[in-house]
């Protein structure tokens, strides 16, 4: 019996060893056998902000998860410079080495992205370049934005001692480098041969296995950062080509809600397009609540001014509302921008409205808009047109005004401004309403 005890004892003792150590050997992580970790996220598309919440979110999923590489995988034509720059404060302070992948263009804002990464490296036939900064409009922007936005390009080559010219070159047309042959008027391009040539790309790389047998980590374990479904609708509203699209179908949509009846399909696309705008750049970390609630404060005041007249009401709610999308905006003057289109937009679309729709909207019910014309049955005095014309006689002098015969009825009766004595012959000439004017007949008239 004693043996048994001490026999079950010792197997309990070597099970509490061997369990963990079976446990070890049985499920090792791959990191701890050596083969590392590399994650993978694209930057695609526009530059915007939602772009900037992504990267951010994924350094950090890079860094908390002890990753070897983040590989920025980049096929961009460029975007706004303010998430650029953003976006390169945030690789700059990454703790995990990051690669930047041009996967076929890095241009504008993508270049300036790319020469803030550790490494540059590049697919064949790809290009890395043309980065002038330039407004909403398409036309090159200040001196001051092209001088701010020059250093920038210089700082970002110097960070990984690369020279500077060729930064330069794909922003200020006025350089020339005969070696690329890039001449005055033209901005430096890269393939992706020039690249490596002059040291703006370490490697030219065919596939992601090529690039991890270059970072010596030919097993290491890939893992991809997807764009969730809420970033995807935070960089679709916060496209500078969207946002003055969605801010136009709201105000148009709110608009023309007041001009028909109920409530339908135009305040269902408006408020649907606010809401949207809102909820990604909240998502994007653009907008707080408190711009939101400053947008509903602002339109629950306008509905009020309907109600409590004399304007103030209006005039606040307008500016909460304004003062909400700004705020939720980032870049005051891509916002305000896009503020000028909604408006124009707007008044555009009622004017047209009004005209061929005419006014059906809630207010009808509380603000009379019918005219009283005498097209329409209203008459505010009766009128003696029919009288203009025929001829009488003064009853009395007309100094200028007395009474008259005309026909067999006495009327008042007034003259031109002259006098006229009485049982003189008269032709009535007007009506003025219930004036009647008349004019002597001279002897020649006869």
Request: aromatic share 6%; no cysteine.
């Amino acid at each position: 019996m004693k043996k048994l005890k001490k026999s079950i004892k010792i197997t309990f003792y070597l099970l509490l060893i061997l369990v963990p150590l079976l446990s070890v050997s049985i499920s090792p992580s791959k990191a701890a056998e050596g083969k590392g970790v590399v994650y993978f996220a694209p930057v695609e598309d526009a530059v915007e902000r939602g772009l900037e919440k992504f990267l951010e979110r994924s350094i950090e999923t890079a860094e908390d998860n002890g990753a070897d590489y983040l590989v920025l995988e980049i096929n961009t034509p460029g975007g706004l410079v303010q998430a650029a720059n953003n976006i390169a404060k945030i690789m700059r302070e990454s703790d995990v080495p990051i690669i930047a992948y041009v996967t076929k263009h890095a241009l504008s804002a993508g270049a300036y992205i790319a020469l803030n990464a550790d490494q540059i490296v590049m697919k064949p036939s790809t290009t890395m370049g043309a980065a002038a900064v330039i407004d909403q409009q398409g036309n090159t922007a200040g001196k001051k934005a092209e001088s701010a936005w020059l250093a920038d390009m210089r700082a970002s080559a110097e960070l990984h001692n690369r020279d500077p010219k060729y930064a330069l070159a794909m922003a200020d047309e006025d350089i020339v480098l005969e070696d690329l042959g890039v001449g005055k008027g033209e901005l430096l391009t890269l393939d992706a041969s020039q690249a490596k040539k002059v040291g703006y790309a370490e490697a030219i790389i065919n596939s992601r296995n090529d690039l991890l047998d270059y970072l010596e980590l030919p097993d290491a374990e890939i893992r991809n950062i997807e764009v969730s479904f809420a970033e995807t609708i935070a960089r679709y509203v916060t496209h500078p080509v969207v946002v003055p699209i969605l801010l136009s179908i709201g105000s148009i949509g709110l608009v023309l809600e007041l001009y028909s009846p109920g409530f339908g399909i135009p305040g269902i696309l408006g408020l649907s397009s606010l809401l949207l705008f809102f909820f990604g750049h909240m998502i994007a970390g653009l907008a707080g609540w408190e711009s939101l609630i400053l947008f509903v404060l602002g339109i629950g005041m306008i509905i009020a001014e309907v109600f409590v007249p004399g304007g103030i009401l209006g005039i606040g709610g307008i500016l909460a509302v304004l003062i909400g999308i700004v705020l939720a905006g980032g870049s005051i003057a891509n916002i305000l921008f896009s503020i000028l289109i909604a408006i124009v937009a707007t008044i555009i679309v009622s004017i047209l409205f009004l005209k061929y729709f005419g006014y059906n909207g809630p207010l009808k019910k509380i603000i009379l808009f019918d005219s009283t014309s005498n097209e329409k049955g209203y008459i505010s005095s009766v009128t003696k047109s029919e009288l203009v014309g025929q001829t009488g006689t003064t009853l009395t002098p007309l100094r200028p005004s007395g009474t008259a015969i005309i026909g067999e009825e006495r009327y008042d009766v007034v003259t031109e401004g002259n006098y006229i004595g009485s049982s003189r012959p008269i032709k009535i000439v007007k009506t003025e309403g219930s004036r009647i004017v008349v004019r002597e007949i001279k002897e020649e008239e006869n």
